[in-house]
Nanobody, 126 residues
Framework: QLLLVESGGGLVQPGGALRLSCAASGFTLDSYAIGWFRQAPGKERAGVSC????????SYADSVKGRFTISRDSAKNTVYLQMNSLKPEDTAVYYC???????????????????WGQGTQVTVSS
């Protein structure tokens, strides 16, 4: 059974950091592009970051470039999102996403996503 399980969300003050994890089961991460999306209240789900199946290409939304880093541990079949210098506007539910077979990663749209995790809440507030 294909599963994506996120963890690591929580409440953090502006300027703080969090690391989100997405543990995958039922498939091998190395075979698919994988990414992170987020949805803030009243807004559409938007791409944050993604990594190609080979791991040699990453992409970031302009709003998080230089602050967020996506990485992957193939041995643990887990993808991470390190979030530094967090801002109140980063508050959202963060979703792990697996792109469909043969699809490259993109943060521009979610149409290529085949599977979603359940989401983890990130709240940035003082």
């Amino acid at each position: 059974q294909l599963l994506l399980v996120e963890s690591g969300g929580g409440l953090v003050q502006p300027g703080g950091a969090l690391r989100l994890s997405c543990a995958a089961s039922g498939f091998t991460l190395d075979s698919y592009a994988i990414g992170w999306f987020r949805q803030a209240p009243g807004k559409e789900r938007a791409g944050v970051s993604c990594m190609s199946s080979s791991g040699d290409r990453t992409s970031y939304a302009d709003s998080v470039k230089g602050r967020f880093t996506i990485s992957r541990d193939s041995a643990k079949n887990t993808v991470y999102l390190q979030m530094n210098s967090l801002k109140p506007e980063d508050t959202a539910v963060y979703y792990c996403a697996r792109f469909r077979a043969g699809r490259g990663c993109t943060v521009a749209a979610s149409t290529g996503v085949g599977s979603w995790g359940q989401g983890t809440q990130v709240t940035v507030s003082s």
